[in-house]
């Protein structure tokens, strides 16, 4: 299981021009679930993304986190962070997980940052074509992987 995570100050998720969902200052964590993963991945990630120390203390060092500050957590399924590129040009996605798996644990996921205590966590629409924008804070961008 993979996420790159993003810190915004707020993000606009659309479908074919229609409001889906937006956050104000947070995490836009995109999200990809590969073969094999397991509930103990989606648990143990959940707890990371929600427990990043990457906001500012009042001292202005990076020491506090979503449910420090009571932030909020946009969570956008993304395959393609499995795209292998090591042969050609034109990624492979095999281990990606399948649609209808990946959309339970995707479900799930966000149902576990909510259980953590995340204040808001907003969702995209698994499977579209999603436009997002965002208005990155710092920028700080961390990628977790829970194969290592």
Not at 7 to 30: F, H, M, P, W
Not at 59 to 74: A, H, Q, T
Not at 95 to 108: D, G, Q, S, T, V
Request: glycine content about 8%.
């Amino acid at each position: 299981m993979k996420a790159l995570v993003q810190r915004v100050d707020k993000a606009v998720l659309t479908v074919d021009n229609n409001l889906i969902s937006e956050i104000s200052q947070g995490l836009v964590c995109y999200l990809g679930i590969g073969k094999g993963d397991t509930e103990e991945n989606l648990k143990w990630l959940a707890r990371k993304v929600a427990g990043l120390r990457i906001f500012a203390d009042e001292n202005g060092k990076m020491n506090l986190s979503v449910l420090d500050k009571g932030l909020e957590i946009l969570v956008v399924s993304q395959f393609t962070l499995y795209g292998d590129i090591r042969r050609g040009f034109r990624p492979s996605f095999i281990e990606a997980e399948l649609p209808e798996i990946a959309n339970k644990m995707y479900e799930k996921f966000c149902e576990e940052l909510s259980a953590i205590g995340v204040k808001k966590v907003a969702k995209g629409v698994f499977g579209a074509d999603m436009h997002i924008n965002q208005y990155n804070a710092g920028p700080v961008t961390i990628m977790i992987d829970t194969s290592k």
